[in-house]
């Protein structure tokens, strides 16, 4: 498979032949607009970090589920709500927040953002009632959270980049699980030794933290700087702001709802939520706990496990730039559910060779099937693939909200986690079988492929870039 980046422009005619004498020096390229460059590896590097940050909160409800049940007294499924609220506001939250990017400017987003899961996990150091946990951790951490999603790092790649986009896209979509791996062992020593507040203040001080980055080096768009996106042969116009975010997201939905493949990404995503944030970042660690593993030490199998997601992750980026993404999500979906069906007999009291065979294949499957299906949206939707995508991953998320509740309450009723494991490897299956039955997008080489507004047929010549006024920091 071929990317954008390796396909000449349409539409133009050869170069005429040198009429000067072959020793001659040959003449000095035309001057044009440069190649974003290094700074839109710096854009992504920002964009990384603000998503890792979001991913740090997403592992707290499994480390705060046995300190809250012991301090207030709370059911495993009252805790559960206040996650499920969480990834449903997350998932919902996204293609929403892309079109406001579209309209404010993805600075103001994400500056937004952090302010508020800063807020939401200050607020939730001082609940007293399960129905608070809601409210600051489901509701504001999960608005927060939606809006440094996945859908965050589509926008940036599709609007900074046109080389390497699955590679990028790869790296960004990694980040929140790089967020899990780098601070959930801090996280649950911290919880362990003191006590499960400091925790929280620890992590709303780190959103902050990162709030200075993303003034300084984020930018909108390659054309904020008067420079063609990376690996783009012209110059992209940046589109005007687009009024109305809410109706423009619902109106691509709209759009997109119309076709089969819509729903079809839309079913299997559901299913990878189901079987990755549902299950395992909410329920690992109690269920490693019920075969007597210390806390400490599952919450460590869950780093490791991170650490070898955004290992699969970039190779799945990669992948995806080089075979068909339809096929690559298919046996995705099948090696995870092999494994989910084999975590009864995995797990145990003490890491053993089986254990660390399950975390590092896991983790490799963990987030594989990100990339593929940011391609497929994509090529499938073009300039909106990005919204779509975002209502996507909303269905990613409304999946895990609902095995995160019921994986809870099946634990309360049936005392271990046994039928949840045989049922999410059985809907793995179906994951696999939704992907084949995707129809074939439209082959790289067509408009939906490239930047939006920058069709080769039709992008300004990249001798002649508009006005750039300098940005105001």
């Not at 991913?55 to 499920?84: C, M, N, Y």
């Not at 593993?293 to 070898?308: C, E, R």
């Not at 499938?380 to 998320?397: E, N, P, R, S, Y």
């Not at 009723?413 to 129809?439: E, M, N, Q």
Request: charged share 10%; hydrophobic share 55%.
């Amino acid at each position: 498979m071929t990317t954008s980046a390796d396909r000449a422009p349409r539409d133009v005619d050869p170069p005429a032949a040198d009429p000067r004498p072959s020793g001659d020096p040959p003449a000095d390229p035309p001057a044009g607009p440069p190649d974003a460059g290094r700074r839109a590896w710096w854009v992504a590097a920002v964009t990384g970090a603000a998503i890792i940050v979001a991913g740090a909160f997403s592992t707290v409800p499994g480390l705060l589920q046995d300190p809250l049940h012991r301090e207030f007294a709370w059911s495993r499924g009252e805790i559960g709500l206040a996650a499920s609220a969480n990834m449903v506001l997350y998932g919902l939250t996204a293609p929403f927040a892309a079109a406001v990017a579209d309209r404010l400017g993805l600075r103001r987003v994400v500056v937004a953002a952090l302010a508020a899961v800063a807020a939401g996990a200050l607020l939730t150091t001082a609940m007293t009632a399960a129905w608070q946990f809601v409210a600051y951790w489901g509701l504001l951490v999960g608005l927060g959270t939606g809006s440094l999603s996945m859908t965050l790092g589509a926008v940036v790649t599709h609007r900074w980049f046109v080389a390497h986009r699955g590679l990028v896209t790869g790296l960004l979509s990694s980040g929140s699980v790089l967020g899990q791996m780098v601070f959930l062992p801090g996280l649950a020593w911290i919880i362990a030794r003191h006590d499960w507040r400091p925790a929280l203040a620890c992590l709303a001080l780190l959103a902050l933290a990162v709030v200075p980055l993303v003034v300084l080096l984020l930018r909108d768009h390659p054309a904020d700087l008067g420079r063609r996106p990376y690996g783009s042969p012209a110059f992209v116009p940046k589109p005007p702001p687009v009024p109305g975010a809410a109706r423009r997201a619902l109106t691509v939905l709209r759009g997109a709802a119309g076709t089969t493949p819509f729903w079809v990404l839309a079913g299997a995503f559901a299913i990878c939520g189901a079987t990755t944030n549902g299950i395992m970042w909410t329920h690992f660690v109690p269920a490693a706990h019920d075969h007597g593993m210390p806390a400490g030490t599952a919450s460590g199998l869950l780093a490791l496990i991170g650490v070898f997601t955004v290992v699969g992750t970039v190779i799945a980026g990669r992948l995806t730039d080089r075979m068909d993404a339809r096929r690559l999500l298919a046996v995705t979906f099948a090696l995870r559910g092999l494994l989910l069906l084999s975590l009864p007999v995995v797990m145990a009291a003490t890491v053993t060779p089986a254990t660390m065979v399950f975390v590092v294949a896991f983790g490799l499957l963990d987030l594989a099937t990100v990339p593929p299906v940011v391609a497929l949206c994509r090529r499938l939707h073009g300039a909106d693939g990005a919204i779509v995508f975002g209502w996507i991953a909303a269905t990613h998320q409304v999946g895990a909200a609902i095995v995160a509740f019921l994986a809870g309450v099946a634990r309360d009723a049936f005392g271990d986690y046994t039928p949840v494991w045989v049922l999410l490897g059985a809907a793995c299956a179906v994951g696999a079988l939704l992907s084949c039955a995707i129809h074939r997008p439209a082959p790289p080489g067509t408009d939906t492929d490239e930047p939006a507004g920058a069709s080769p047929a039709t992008a300004p010549p990249a001798t002649a870039p508009p006005p750039v006024a300098k940005p105001g920091g």
